[in-house]
């Protein structure tokens, strides 16, 4: 998961380092003030790095129990341990079996 991150650092650090600063000019209220810098994130990282394709292809059962668990406990993450294990199990499995397509931003 490390590696899949330093790509997405690697490719849309202009992009994190938006939302970022974002975050930081709005803590109280960050998750609606921000929703663009994020989508800019998101959109970066799938456009940019072809192992989170594949991983949201795999896992996205994962992913959205790992969402909705979240959504469901706001105040209290450490409920979500498991969702988020079989999302980070899953992305693993992905990871090892994984190789970017020739040329791909990825790949680089």
């Keep these: 998961m490390e590696d899949t991150l330093d790509l ?15 975050i930081d000019r709005n803590p109280n209220n960050w ?13 970066c990282a799938q456009d ?5 394709k594949r991983v949201k292809e795999v896992c996205g059962g994962a992913i959205a129990a790992y969402r909705a668990c979240l959504e469901a406990n706001p105040g209290d993450p450490k409920t979500c341990v498991a969702q988020l294990r079989e999302l980070y199990e899953c992305h693993q499995t ?15």
């Design 8 to 22: 997405v650092s690697k490719h849309c650090g202009l992009q994190i380092r938006f939302f970022s600063a974002c």
């Design 31 to 43: 998750q609606t003030e921000c929703l663009r810098e994020k989508a800019q994130v998101t959109k």
């Design 48 to 52: 940019n790095v072809a192992e989170l």
């Design 94 to 108: 992905v990871a090892k079996t994984f190789t970017p397509p020739p040329g791909s931003p990825a790949s680089v």
